[in-house]
């Protein structure tokens, strides 16, 4: 085990076997395990009879117990990060900590292992030869339809998490922006005791969810199929992600005349674009 170095350890999402055996390693011989919730990392580390002192590290506390952590590498010790489930830093606390460990010289190390997001495109059956994993959409409505536009016309498998309770919701956003034939394949409760594999047109995907209760319990991963229409409307898809990007930071005629000059889209289509993006904004 190297001193003054950070290991990025992946944990099970479910199935407490589906740990590595150098992950095990790693969490018995480092000083310091930082978890994003510390009650149940313990049920894990208990379970493998790993004693290692456990630390909490999340969204809440994460840049204050950054210093606190890179002050214990400068002085030598060794640290795990991990997270509730899955890979750290990928929807999940830790990325800040990682980030800075580095600027700082630290050694940083990937213990790789599971992840929610391979585990369902794996087993989607969709082709994934390219995709897009974008994790958790954002939780308002408009602000969800909004940040769906640029993403409809993309050749890629898209993956996003979502949580139970706006899972509905979800699905009828992603047939309004999508189209009701696209394939969706909803990967719920992965490697647990109800593990749920499901795939369906987006039309098809609300009903399904409301057949049955417990399909609307539990984490999901869903996995949308690639956009296959034609090829101008890719391109339109992506001249509207770079205005989205530019309107960030530019007023909104100077983002409107430098994505017109990079995807060589109208001038005027992109500012009616642009303009129903502003009022998107306005009602979020």
């Known amino acids: 085990m190297e001193t003054g170095s950070l290991y990025v350890v992946a944990t099970p999402i479910g199935n407490l076997r589906d740990i590595t055996l150098r992950a095990l390693d790693v969490l018995k011989s480092v000083d310091i395990i930082a978890a994003e919730d510390t009650r149940n990392s313990a049920h894990l580390l208990q379970h493998y009879g790993i004693a290692t002192q456990l630390t909490a590290l999340h969204e809440h506390n994460e840049r204050a117990v950054t210093e606190k952590l890179l002050a214990r590498l400068g002085e030598g010790k060794s640290i795990a990060l991990i997270s509730d489930a899955g890979t750290p830093a990928i929807s999940d606390p830790g990325s800040h900590l990682v980030k800075i460990a580095r600027q700082r010289g630290f050694r940083v190390t990937p213990i790789p292992g599971p992840s929610a997001a391979t585990a369902a495109v794996s087993a989607a059956g969709t082709d994934s030869a390219h995709y897009l994993f974008y994790g958790f959409l954002p939780a308002k409505p408009a602000a969800r339809r909004k940040a769906l536009q640029p993403l409809a016309h993309l050749p890629y498998t898209l993956i996003f998490y979502e949580a139970p309770h706006r899972i509905l919701e979800c699905v009828d956003d992603l047939a309004a922006a999508f189209g009701p034939e696209r394939e969706v394949t909803f990967a719920r409760e992965l490697t647990k005791l109800f593990e749920t594999l499901h795939t369906c047109r987006l039309e098809e995907a609300r009903p399904w969810l409301e057949g049955d209760a417990h399909r609307q319990k539990g984490e999901f991963v869903l996995v949308v199929e690639a956009y296959t229409g034609e090829e101008g409307e890719a391109e ?6 770079i205005l989205q990007v530019l309107l960030l930071e ?4 100077q983002a409107v005349k430098l994505a017109a000059e990079i995807t060589g889209q109208k001038k ?17």
């Not at 530019?250 to 005629?253: F, Q, S």
């Not at 500012?271 to 009022?279: G, I, V």
């Open 236 to 241: 339109e898809a992506e001249a509207l992600r």
């Open 268 to 284: 005027n289509h992109l500012y009616e674009q642009a303009l129903e993006m502003r009022a998107g904004e306005e009602d979020t």
């Open 250 to 253: 530019l007023p909104l005629k």
